[in-house]
Every structure is written in structure tokens, then in C-alpha cells.
T-cell receptor
Framework: ETGVTQSPTHLIKTRGQQVTLRCSSQSGHNTVSWYQQALGQGPQFIFQYYREEENGRGNFPPRFSGLQFPNYSSELNVNALELDDSALYLC????????????FGPGTRLTVT | QQQVKQSPQSLIVQKGGISIINCAYENTAFDYFPWYQQFPGKGPALLIAIRPDVSEKKEGRFTISFNKSAKQFSLHIMDSQPGDSATYFC??????????FGAGTTVTVRA
């Protein structure tokens, strides 16, 4: 186990709704990244947070937003859900000053109908 | 655009055989190349990683071969076991920022 947890495990939403996914990082990990993994594909980088500020974003629209909290937890928010948002959402944490390995959580499976 | 291309999409190997997965990249700024193993219902887990100043790295039954001039790297799984059946992703990153993943290879090891 990586020590990174995500909730919920599965989620079903309707197109146009909003969703919040949660991640709890390893203690001491000050950097968290979120990835979207569509079925049968590799994870795609959404954004990264360091010390509660976004410091990098992939090719995702602004309706994907996030928050990072001082207690090593973070959130991914997606507004105006589209069918193509159906995917496994992964968070990964690491210690920016230490080991460069990113530790992934088990993911949240989001289905948009 | 996909920055890391991975092949094959899937492979089947007999127990005890060798699995070989290949990846190619374009961005010469990449400075860290990890391989991840993912089981169904789980997140990716780091398997082995290499930096571009090394041509080969071995950890147990897993070996990365790296060809900087060709911008290619590969994962060899020796003495494949049924427990190795999983999806494998190559990835690349610059200064440990975002990971750019390949599309994945599903490995099935037949007993």
C-alpha cells in the first residue's frame, strides 16, 4: 500500500452535474498531482499542487479545478460534467525535496451518464 | 499529442519466458524514465526507473535498457510469472514535474 487514499471508490453522475473527488496524501508529502485515466489508456496529467497552490496544469479546461489543504489532503472538482469525463481519476503525492517517486492512490472511478 | 509511444498493446508469454515492452520518446529534455505496474482496481505502482546517463538498470527480474541516441527504452521481464500479469506503463518526466505516460501494455503470463 502507498499510504495514499482516495474517496469515493466509485461515483455515477449525470451530464452537467458537478463532482468533488478527494485524496489523502502520505504524511509529509507536500506535492500532489491529479491524473485522468480513460479506459485502456495511460494516465493523463491534469494539474499539480505544491504547498496549496497550483503550479502546473495539463491540457484540461478550467472546469477542472483543485484544492490542496495543509493536512495533506486535496480535492479535484469537475464542473459541468461531460460524458468524456468518465474515467479513473488518480492522485499521486510525493515529497518535493526527497524521493522523487510519486505514490499513486487506488483511484476514483467516475461514470457520467 | 502523446509524448511517449509504447508497444505492443498487449502480449502473452508462457511462464518462465521473457516479456519485452518498448517505448519511444521525442522530448530530449526528459530526464527520468519510470515504469509502472498496474493491477485491476489499483493505482499504478513504481516498478523500476532509469536516468538517461545510464544504459541499463536491473532490479531482480526486471531490467530497463535505455538508448539515448535512439530515444528509446524498454522493459524486460525475465522468468515471467503468473503474478506478473498486469498492465505496464512507461513514463517520462522532466525535473520530476508531470509524468507523461505511454498507452500501456497488458501482459498475460500463461501457467
Amino acid at each position: 500500500e502507498t499510504g495514499v487514499t482516495q474517496s469515493p471508490t466509485h461515483l455515477i453522475k449525470t451530464r452537467g452535474q458537478q463532482v468533488t473527488l478527494r485524496c489523502s496524501s502520505q504524511s509529509g508529502h507536500n506535492t500532489v498531482s491529479w491524473y485522468q485515466q480513460a479506459l485502456g489508456q495511460g494516465p493523463q496529467f491534469i494539474f499539480q499542487y505544491y504547498r496549496e497552490e497550483e503550479n502546473g496544469r495539463g491540457n484540461f479546461p478550467p472546469r477542472f479545478s483543485g484544492l490542496q489543504f495543509p493536512n495533506y489532503s486535496s480535492e479535484l472538482n469537475v464542473n459541468a460534467l461531460e460524458l468524456d469525463d468518465s474515467a479513473l481519476y488518480l492522485c499521486a503525492s510525493r515529497d518535493r525535496q526527497g524521493n522523487y517517486e510519486q505514490y499513486f492512490g487506488p483511484g476514483t472511478r467516475l461514470t457520467v451518464t | 499529442q502523446q509524448q511517449v509511444k509504447q508497444s505492443p498493446q498487449s502480449l502473452i508469454v508462457q511462464k518462465g519466458g521473457i516479456s519485452i515492452i518498448n517505448c519511444a520518446y521525442e522530448n530530449t529534455a526528459f530526464d527520468y524514465f519510470p515504469w509502472y505496474q498496474q493491477f485491476p482496481g489499483k493505482g499504478p505502482a513504481l516498478l523500476i526507473a532509469i536516468r538517461p546517463d545510464v544504459s541499463e538498470k536491473k532490479e531482480g527480474r526486471f531490467t530497463i535498457s535505455f538508448n539515448k541516441s535512439a530515444k528509446q527504452f524498454s522493459l524486460h521481464i525475465m522468468d515471467s510469472q503468473p503474478g506478473d500479469s498486469a498492465t505496464y506503463f512507461c513514463a517520462a518526466t522532466f525535473r520530476y514535474y508531470k509524468l507523461s505516460f505511454g498507452a500501456g501494455t497488458t501482459v498475460t503470463v500463461r501457467a
